[in-house]
């Protein structure tokens, strides 16, 4: 008898989950939005639980899924209606890089480390942030990528441009700190990175956010320094006959 119970039960609730999720729409299946991520981790809580406690009959497993069910229906209708309620719900993409500077207040308010930043950029075939123009991480953790213009897919047969080596970005600074084992796996030392730093106005690299090698291209370096602060910094120097 409690093998016929457990075989309806499942039986009842697999069906009820694919009414749900095929109501619901593909939404609940990527999990788009916080909302519809906690909807589906719930939804399974709900019948794993219920199944196994011999206190919960199979009317209480209908009525939970159909109510937590009518819910979901119900966000997602008001979700559609208000825009208000949408971005309270959903939540709005949060510019990481912008125009090629990386805002590491965003960084930091996302939970990400530029190591994270970097992971998920490789996973979007970006190996170098030199490379990106725009990036966005949306509601679903995922990030959406714009590269600069001269960093876009074209084939080099379009053009009938010879072929050049591929080369992998090191990364020698992250959040102010030298990355000495790379650094030595690219042949280089400490006064050949300084002086490279000094070429670009930057007397330390614990001043720096992120500094990346290339092959061909050289040294791309960002300070934690805003690009405003900079000329704000440069205007004041000048002011005070400090350059």
Known sequence: MKWLQLTLELVIGFILLFAVVKIAGKKLISQLSPFTFIAAIVLGE?????????HIHLSYIVYSITLWGAMLLFVEYVSQKWLRF??????????LISHGIINYEALK??????????SLLRKHETFSIREVAFCFLEADGEISVLKKADYQKTTREDFRLPLHPVYVPVTLIRDG???RDELMELGKNE??????LRKQGISSWQDVLIAEWL????LFVQTYR????KTVKHRHDKKHGLL
């Open 109 to 118: 308010k996302s939970r990400l480390t530029l190591n994270q930043l970097q």
């Open 226 to 229: 805003s690009p405003e602060e």
């Open 46 to 54: 709900l019948l794993g639980n219920a199944l196994y406690d011999d």
């Open 177 to 179: 700190q030298l990355l």
């Open 191 to 196: 006064q050949w990175l300084a002086a490279e």
């Open 215 to 218: 092959e061909r291209d050289g």
């Open 86 to 95: 949408r971005l309270w719900s959903e939540g709005k993409p949060t510019a």
